[in-house]
């Protein structure tokens, strides 16, 4: 692990230097693959589902990644830390208890910094489109109007995806609404989004969900979503993966 260093905003529409791995969850629903291994280390076309990840961190020019444990954490610990070159990994340690998003990013908070990040849930797996999407996300990015930036697919091309779509978004990009009740909603959330650090307080005490804090941005007309241009796998079964692995073979 590193010690913590003084970040700043980046204005310019670059990849924020530092980004969240979210990673501590029990990936109950990926069993029994998750029996002897945290969800992460699960493989996917030939590697664990975290590298994947790092790969597009290290691709976009992220420089460090904060990664919270829980579930099998040694495992995970060992396998992230001093492995992948060019970024400083940081461990935002929550073994003895889980926090769920929301309360993962108050547990990370004073090694975010005071700058945007890159919030990443870990069995994340997505492929560019024309532009690389995490720095498509960046050049989106509008600190005077934004507290959270996320990256969603259209349900149609939401692959894998067994759920009934998140949220709904204007033309501008603003998101407006979250799906209703008996509806589909348009837009899946595809685990990928840039937040501002000072969208993180007045937390409540425990483990909590990041909608809270998005139903903040919503509110306050400060949440937006950029649509993403390549594919995105919804990898949370262990059904899912021969799915995207064929995808990933046939181009």
Request: glycine share 10%.
């Amino acid at each position: 692990m590193s010690r913590q260093r003084t970040l700043r905003p980046d204005p310019g529409g670059r990849v924020p230097e530092t980004a969240m791995v979210m990673a501590a969850g029990l990936g109950k629903r990926m069993r029994p693959l998750t029996a002897t291994r945290p969800k992460p280390l699960v493989e996917v076309a030939g590697k664990p589902l975290i590298d994947h990840v790092f790969d597009r961190l290290a691709s976009a020019g992220v420089t460090r990644a904060v990664v919270n444990v829980h579930y099998l954490a040694d495992t995970l610990e060992a396998h992230v830390t001093n492995r992948f070159d060019g970024i400083d990994v940081v461990i935002s340690d929550e073994r003895r208890q889980l926090m769920e998003t929301g309360g993962g990013l108050v547990q990370a908070r004073d090694l975010l910094g005071d700058a945007p990040v890159l919030v990443i849930n870990s069995d994340n797996l997505w492929i560019d489109g024309p532009v690389d999407a995490l720095k498509l996300l960046s050049h989106r990015w509008d600190d005077a109007t934004m507290d959270a930036l996320l990256l969603v697919v259209p349900y149609a091309r939401a692959n894998n995806h067994r759920g009934q779509g998140d949220f709904r978004v204007a033309p501008d990009g603003r998101i407006i609404g979250r799906r209703k009740e008996g509806a589909t909603a348009p837009f899946v959330y595809t685990g990928i989004q840039i937040i501002h650090p000072r969208l993180i307080r007045d937390w409540p005490e425990g483990p909590f969900s990041t909608n809270l804090f998005w139903n903040r941005a919503i509110e306050a007309g400060r949440a937006y979503a950029q649509v993403h241009q390549g594919l995105w796998f919804d990898v949370g079964t262990p059904a899912a993966i021969p799915k995207t692995e064929a995808v990933i073979a046939n181009g």
